[in-house]
C-alpha cells in the first residue's frame, strides 16, 4: 500500500528514507534509519521488528542481502512483507513478497533501494531509481524528488494521503545532540508530497546551518537596514547586536545566527516581513 526508497550518502555519511501512502501517518511504521548503521523502509504488511532487527544484524557485520534473508526467512508472514534496506555501507537490498498486491515489486542500486505495493505499474519504482541516480545535491533533496518522480509515475494506485522524510548523520539532529538531521512527516494530507517539499523547505531554512556563500558582513548601511526592520518589528536592545539576537532567537534563527554577519536567507525572510 506505499512506494518509498532508501538511500546513501558516501559524501556526506547519511542514510535516510522517503514514503508514500494511502495510509494515515505512514511516518509511524515505515522509515528507520540510524547513523553509522543504515536505513529500512518495511512496508506492505508492515513488519515494525524488521528496523531494529536489521540494525542489529548490520551491527553484526551482514550486509544489506544477507539482513533481508534472515529476516524474510525468520518470518512466516513473509509472502506479504516488502522492504528495502541500506546497510552501513551503502549497500543496497529489496525484498517483495510473493502474496504482495499487484503492482509491487523493487529495485535495488548503487546507493539506493527502491520499492512499493499496490502500485499503478512498476513506472513508480523505475521512475524513483532513475532519478535518484540522475539527481545530485543533498541526500534528502534527491529522495524527496525521486519520491516527487515516483508519484507522477503513477504512485499508489489508491491515491495519497501521507509522506515521510527521514535523513540521520552522526551528529546532524538539532544542536548537535542526536543523529536525526531531517525528521519531517505530513500524516494526512491530499497533496502530501507537495506539503513535505514545503515543510523540507522551511527546515533548511530554521534547522540547517547557514552555508559560507550565504553568509553576509553588516556593513554600516546593512545594519541601519536591519535596525529599522527589526525595530519595526518591536526588537530593540542596549545595542544593536543585542536587538539582532533577540530577533533571531524568537524566530527561531539560532543555526543561522553570526557574529557581525548576516545569513541571506534570513535577510530576505526579514525584508519581506
Known amino acids: 500500500m506505499t512506494y518509498s526508497i532508501v538511500g546513501y550518502c558516501e559524501k556526506e555519511k547519511e542514510w535516510g528514507v522517503a514514503v508514500q ?40 557485520g551482514k550486509s544489506a542481502e544477507e539482513v533481508i534473508k534472515l529476516l524474510t526467512d525468520a518470518d512466516t508472514g513473509r509472502a506479504e512483507r516488502q522492504v528495502g534496506i541500506i546497510d552501513a555501507e551503502g549497500r543496497s537490498a529489496t525484498y517483495t513478497g510473493a502474496n504482495c498486491s499487484d503492482w509491487a515489486g523493487g529495485i535495488a542500486g548503487k546507493h539506493f533501494a527502491a520499492q512499493g505495493n499496490i502500485l499503478v505499474s512498476a513506472e513508480t519504482v523505475e521512475a ?7 539527481t545530485d545535491g543533498p541526500l534528502a533533496e534527491r529522495l524527496l524528488k525521486a519520491l516527487a518522480a515516483g508519484q507522477e509515475a503513477g504512485g499508489d494506485a489508491r491515491g495519497m494521503q501521507s509522506a515521510a522524510l527521514l535523513v540521520v548523520k552522526e551528529k546532524g539532529g538539532y544542536g548537535g545532540f542526536n543523529d536525526r538531521f531531517v525528521d519531517l512527516r505530513v500524516d494526512d494530507h491530499p497533496s502530501p508530497i507537495g506539503e513535505l517539499e514545503r515543510i523540507y523547505a522551511l527546515h533548511e531554512l530554521y534547522l540547517q546551518p547557514s552555508r559560507e556563500d550565504e553568509i553576509i558582513p553588516i556593513d554600516d548601511e546593512l545594519e541601519q537596514e536591519i535596525a529599522e526592520k527589526i525595530g519595526q518589528l518591536g526588537y530593540t536592545g542596549a545595542t544593536f547586536d543585542d536587538a539582532l539576537r533577540s530577533y533571531l532567537h524568537t ?23
Open 128 to 134: 524513483m531509481a532513475r532519478t535518484f541516480e540522475a
Open 251 to 273: 524566530e527561531n534563527f539560532e543555526m543561522r545566527e553570526h557574529d557581525r554577519k548576516i545569513d541571506s536567507r534570513v535577510l530576505a525572510y526579514l525584508r519581506g516581513q
Open 21 to 60: 501512502s494511502k495510509f494515515l501517518a505512514v511516518g509511524s511504521a515505515v522509515p528507520f534509519a540510524v547513523a553509522g548503521v543504515g536505513a529500512v523502509a518495511t512496508q506492505s504488511f508492515a513488519n515494525t521488528t524488521y528496523g531494529p532487527e536489521a540494525f542489529r544484524l548490520i551491527r553484526e
